[in-house]
């Protein structure tokens, strides 16, 4: 185990058994909310049944079923102190899940999985319309909800649907990118808020750079500094600055603006970079994105990254690159993409590399004793009793302190689904680096550092 030694909790079992409790009511009390929401959404889809007009319906029989169905929203509305909009919006989701999704629907009954994973499995499927297809998708997107929380399985689910659409990513973000817009939204207490929908690299990218000059304001306070702001209100002048005045200095005290950039982790396969395949570009901690958006990022890149991994587990393998640099470093970067604590999504630009078995008790400094860590789940790790085995390369299992384990593997893996065709052709080829992730721990040689 990982925690650190120095730590010594206090042996209090009356304390243990009281979180011991707690967790497993909560458990318990998720477990019957998700049963209730299966029951919720089949109840919502039989009541839409009732009110679906015939196929042979007069027009005044359709009309006679329109206003039934006006009449239902209405109290159903009214009853539960909800919009109509919202009604009849859970009135068709319902519909669709339990006619196109209802394995899903049957997985949240057993609580399996919950709403809001539910609720991502049918937002990144919709767009699958043949029926075998869209069941293989489901089929996965239920073996990963095991494991992920919501807002990690939305992006390894783009991916994964990438799979099994019939249009193409670069047709469906050319429709997207034409939709580009910004609305505003009037709050309580004299706020508003604004909201910019752009393409997801331009998004990712400004919020890093944000992040970027706020960090520059913080640093360049003196010890009498009367500026308190907090990181996110600093953002929000800048933003603000940036928007309604000729400049920023003000807010960015005048240094360095021009050397700041946004950074964004872009994976681009190689025969996509030079236009011989539609393979998926991914933007790490988001999914899928256009290949001309990665081909424009690759071509201002000051140095490439070359990724290797396993056909066979998705793992990654190696990673070289065609300028110097931190090899190990850019191999964690590629293998971990964020905070390997279960459910953190914290870029690994923002994380510390630590050893899973401390260095100092003699833990090596090599790619299957390290994981990114951000710094509130390294605090975790070596000042609470959780601890973390590194059980096989980049493959970490967490134990809380009642003895529950969580396994969180790297996303590269989570996301890849095996391509039988593809596999099929390698093997005919031979290509050498076609190998099982455990070659990598057995008795073959580790990536090269």
């Not at 009541?47 to 042979?56: E, G, K, R, V, Y």
């Amino acid at each position: 185990m990982s925690a650190n030694p120095a730590f010594e909790p206090a042996l209090d079992r009356g304390r243990l058994d009281r979180a011991e409790r707690l967790v497993d009511a909560f458990e318990a009390g998720r477990r019957r909310r998700a049963a209730e929401d299966a029951a919720e959404i089949r109840l919502l889809a039989q009541a839409a049944a009732t009110l679906a007009p015939s196929a042979d319906a007069t027009a005044d029989q359709l009309r006679r079923v329109d206003l039934d169905r006006r009449a239902l929203i209405a109290e159903l509305a009214t009853a539960t102190h909800v919009s109509e909009w919202t009604v009849t919006r859970l009135l068709s989701e319902a519909t669709d899940l339990c006619r196109r999704f209802a394995a899903g629907v049957d997985a949240l009954e057993r609580a399996e999985i919950s709403r809001q994973h539910l609720s991502v499995i049918h937002d990144t499927g919709a767009a699958i319309q043949d029926d075998d297809a869209r069941a293989a998708f489901v089929a996965i997107a239920l073996d990963r909800a095991t494991e992920l929380t919501p807002g990690r399985l939305t992006s390894v689910l783009r991916v994964i649907a990438e799979r099994f659409l019939e249009r193409t990513l670069d047709e469906r973000h050319e429709d997207a990118a034409a939709e580009r817009r910004i609305e505003t939204c009037d709050l309580d207490d004299g706020m508003g808020a604004l909201t910019l929908f752009a393409t997801a690299t331009l998004i990712h990218g400004i919020r890093d750079r944000l992040a970027q000059q706020a960090h520059s304001v913080i640093a360049a306070r003196e010890p009498d500094d009367e500026d308190t702001r907090t990181t996110a209100q600093i953002q929000a002048d800048i933003v603000t600055d940036l928007l309604l005045t000729a400049g920023p200095d003000r807010c960015v005290a005048g240094d360095g603006l021009d050397a700041i950039r946004g950074r964004v982790q872009v994976s681009l396969p190689v025969l996509t970079m030079t236009g011989a395949s539609n393979e998926p570009c991914l933007l790490a901690g988001y999914g899928p994105i256009d290949a001309d958006t990665a081909r424009a990022l690759a071509a201002g890149a000051t140095g490439w990254e070359r990724v290797m991994t396993s056909p066979v587990t998705g793992t990654v393998l190696a990673v070289d690159r065609y300028r110097p640099g931190k090899q190990l470093n850019r191999f964690l970067a590629a293998r971990d993409e964020r905070c390997r604590f279960p459910g953190c999504r914290k870029a690994v630009w923002r994380c510390d590399i630590d050893h899973t078995i401390d260095h100092q008790h003699g833990g090596p400094t090599r790619h299957d004793n390290l994981a990114h860590l951000c710094r509130r789940h390294h605090t975790v790790k070596h000042h609470t009793a959780w601890t973390v085995a590194q059980i096989s390369p980049g493959v970490l299992v967490w134990t809380s302190p009642n003895g529950r384990k969580h396994t969180d593997r790297p996303e590269p893996v989570v996301r890849f689904i095996l391509d039988e065709e593809r596999e099929r052709r390698r093997r005919m080829l031979r290509e050498p680096w076609l190998v099982n992730a455990d070659d990598l721990t057995a008795d073959g040689d580790p990536p090269p550092f």
